[in-house]
């Protein structure tokens, strides 16, 4: 007996049964299109149109949310630089073709309504974060970036009106544009930036936002065309 | 007077006291200001006469080390948030001083009271540099206007050449004055030097009143132009003299004399030099 059990080493285990009540633990993954659950997410196979379009369709909105400012949060809450970028050409473009392009005493060059546009949004930023302000970098960037928009369609407009001719009238008519399009840059900036001040600063905050403005407007009033 | 240790929780009866036995001493100023968390922010400034240094205590519930300024080095953000550490109300005061230059009022000792700030100084600098921009270029159209020859251009250079030249009388009199400041001061004197932030401050606010002037500047009459800069120049060099020489006026009177009056030509320089090329 001693000589079967000893040559059947496992003979005497053939008659045990695991009971059913010890739990049997452990994970068995198959990795195999587990990941195909993620296609909602995915943009990598959407066509390119519908890429584009997207993004078009961000920037749009929030067009719309700078021509009719109210205090909504969807400047702020997605931001992004597209449309500060896609402003800041238009408007540099729009200011080439100048009298002075050729000489030096001249007008701005694209290079320079670019760093007036950026370095003076990054300066402003940088102040009302240093006076305690809770939007972000980017945040501010995208605000001020999107409120030149009027201004842009300001100078469109005083284009479009110096075609006609370089006089008084003409020079009263893009006065008025002028302003009305700084007053509405400045007060769709202010909509959005001055929530994030504490109360005791706000004027402090805004007032270089008013300069900056102003600068580009003088920028766009000042802007002769070669004859 | 009492020494800084007492200074911590005085009781308001206590400044009835303090006042009789020294009726000179000005005035106990209790600004309580909320910052943006909230936390309380309690400033008590006991300024005594002229030589006595300002002592002020702040008590914020965010910075119970009771420091003033200056977290951190200056290469760190929290520094250079201290200096903006300011209200509306406050910046409007500090230009109110600038502009209305009073006898007994020290810049430095009465209106900054240790919290020196340099977003009056750079926000000003930027005003000033493009009122003067803008209105040399609109004077220059107005002269020229019957001449049928002339053709306008807006004469960006001038920008940059203001900016060059506000910016470094701005920054590097400040450090030119607060190097010789600090160089003369010897260990017993009686007056803490001011720090080279206030000389800096002072300067800055100092500029504010060439911002109207150089929009008056508009008006073409060579008469008006040069009265104007008369006034800035004597109100504008008024608030420096008022503020350094205090700083000074224990040296031997040579240097003494010496100073003040390098600074005020200095600021003449910049006034002359900004009229010259805005008439231009």
Redesign the interface.
């Known amino acids: 007996m001693a000589e079967e059990e000893a040559s059947r080493p496992f003979a005497g285990l053939s008659d045990v049964s695991i009971p059913e009540d010890i739990p049997v633990e452990g994970d068995i993954s198959v990795p195999m299109g587990a990941n195909k659950r993620d296609d909602e997410y995915s943009t990598l196979d959407e066509p390119v149109k519908e890429t584009i379009l997207r993004d078009l369709r961000a920037v749009g909105n929030k067009f719309i949310h700078v021509l009719y400012p109210k205090r909504s949060s969807a400047l702020l809450r997605d931001w992004d630089l597209w449309g500060p970028l896609l402003l800041c050409v238009t408007l540099a473009l729009l200011l080439q073709g100048g009298a002075a392009d050729s000489d030096d005493q001249g007008g701005p060059q694209f290079a320079e309504v670019f760093v007036v546009i950026w370095f003076g949004s990054i300066i402003i930023t940088l102040n009302s974060k240093l006076l305690g302000g809770t939007i972000s970098f980017f945040q501010s960037l995208c605000v001020l970036g999107y409120c030149i928009l009027p201004l842009t369609v300001a100078m469109i407009v005083c284009r479009i009106v110096l075609v006609g001719g370089s006089g008084t009238v003409s020079f009263v008519v893009r006065l008025l544009v002028v302003t009305a399009s700084f007053g509405w840059s400045t007060f769709a900036s202010t909509a959005f930036l001055a929530d994030s001040q504490p109360s005791n600063r706000k004027a402090l905050v805004v007032y270089p936002v008013f300069l900056f403005y102003f600068i580009i407007s003088w920028i766009i009033l000042t802007f002769s065309p070669s004859h | 007077m009492a020494s800084p240790n007492d200074l911590q929780f005085q009781e308001f009866d206590e400044a009835a006291d303090l006042l009789s036995a020294d009726p000179e001493a000005t005035t106990l100023s209790v600004s309580v200001?909320?910052?943006?968390a909230g936390g309380e922010d309690v400033k008590l400034d006991l300024t005594d006469e002229e030589e006595g240094l300002p002592e002020s205590l702040c008590y914020s519930s965010k910075n119970l080390l009771g420091g003033q300024k200056s977290q951190g080095g200056f290469w760190t953000f929290e520094y250079?948030?201290s200096?903006?550490n300011?209200?509306?109300?406050q910046?409007l005061d500090r230009v109110k001083g600038s502009v209305l230059p009073l006898p007994g009022r020290n810049f430095i000792k009465h209106y900054l009271r240790s919290n020196p700030d340099l977003?009056g100084p750079f926000?000003i600098c930027?005003?000033l540099v493009?009122s003067v921009a803008?209105s040399g270029?609109l004077s220059m159209f107005l002269t020229q206007m019957g001449n049928p020859a002339f053709?306008?251009?807006?004469?960006?250079?001038r920008v940059t050449i203001a900016a060059v030249i506000i910016f470094m009388y701005a920054w590097l009199v400040p450090v030119a004055l607060w190097g010789f400041l600090t160089w003369r001061q010897s260990a017993d004197r009686q007056v803490k030097g001011y720090s080279f932030l206030e000389t800096v401050c002072v300067y800055g606010y100092s500029l504010f009143i060439y911002i109207p002037t150089s929009i008056l500047w508009i008006i073409p009459f060579e008469w008006l132009r040069w009265m104007l800069i008369l006034v800035a120049m004597v109100i504008s060099g008024s608030v420096l003299v008022l503020t350094f020489w205090p700083a000074v006026r224990d040296e031997a009177k040579l240097i003494a004399v010496a100073t003040v009056v390098a600074i005020l030509l200095l600021h003449t320089l910049l006034a002359v030099g900004c009229k010259v090329s805005g008439s231009q």
Not at chain 2, 33 to 36: A, E, G, P, V
């Open positions: 200001t909320s910052t943006r250079y948030e200096l903006f300011v209200d509306t109300v910046v977003y926000w930027v005003t493009f803008i270029n053709h306008y251009r807006p004469q960006f250079h």
